[in-house]
Structure formats: structure tokens, C-alpha cells
């Protein structure tokens, strides 16, 4: 069975960066469309940033575009999340969850993914 674990959340102030890494086991992550999403206090979980498992073609939310960058090491079996240009208003709950299947899309849709792992903290504020 699949499992996540992600680390690399921490707190910073605005302006700067963190990269999140979603270390995988119990299966290779090849099969796997991937995905960050997060959660703020009081506030629905969204999606933040998606890759496919065919192509690496890749999906941002509008509020991130131009500043966060997904990628993939499948060797590694491991998924990354470069967040720079932080804003206060990224500070969440980050999650990376995992969806079985060979696709070329990277949508977001929360309910497509299945594997889910604890989350990890991001503070940013001055």
C-alpha cells in the first residue's frame, strides 16, 4: 500500500522560499498522478499544484502560478513542491496525495486522489 510523508515545511517570512518533498513507499510512484494541496485555518482544502503520470504536464491554482514549481523524481520516488515569492496567504497545511493511473492529465480534483499523506506545516509571516 502506498505511503506518503512529507517534509520541508518550516516558517519563513514573506519573500521567501521552501521546497516540500513527498517521499513515497510501499509503491512506485510511476503509475501515480500526483499532487500538493493545503489547507488554512477555517478554510476548504484546495488544490495547489498537480503532475501527470504520462508527459510531467503540470496544473497550477491561479494563486500560485509564476511562484510555486512542481517536479517529480521517480528514481527517487519522490514528488517536490518549489514555493517561492511566499505570501502570508500560503500559510497552510501542505498535503501531497497520489492518484493510481497512467494520464496525461494533472487536474486537481480533490476527490481524485486516494492516497493522502499527514501534512506538513508552512508559516509565513514577519
Known amino acids: 500500500q502506498l505511503q506518503l510523508v512529507e517534509s520541508g515545511g518550516g516558517s519563513v517570512q514573506p519573500g521567501g522560499s521552501l521546497r516540500l518533498s513527498c517521499a513515497a513507499s510501499?509503491?512506485?510512484?510511476?503509475?501515480?498522478?500526483m499532487g500538493w494541496f493545503r489547507q488554512a485555518p477555517g478554510k476548504a482544502r484546495e488544490g495547489v499544484s498537480c503532475?501527470?503520470?504520462?508527459?510531467?504536464?503540470?496544473h497550477y491554482a491561479d494563486s500560485v502560478k509564476g511562484r510555486f514549481t512542481i517536479s517529480r523524481d521517480n528514481a527517487a520516488n519522490t514528488v517536490y513542491l518549489q514555493m517561492n515569492s511566499l505570501k502570508p496567504e500560503d500559510t497552510a497545511i501542505y498535503y501531497c496525495?497520489?492518484?493510481?493511473?497512467?494520464?496525461?492529465?494533472?487536474?486537481?480534483?480533490?476527490?481524485?486522489?486516494?492516497?493522502w499523506g499527514q501534512g506538513t506545516q508552512v508559516t509565513v509571516s514577519s
Open positions: 503532475i501527470s503520470s504520462v508527459g510531467d504536464n503540470t
Open positions: 496525495a497520489a492518484d493510481l493511473g497512467l494520464t496525461l492529465q494533472a487536474t486537481c480534483g480533490l476527490y481524485e486522489y486516494s492516497s
Open positions: 510501499g509503491s512506485t510512484l510511476d503509475f501515480y498522478r
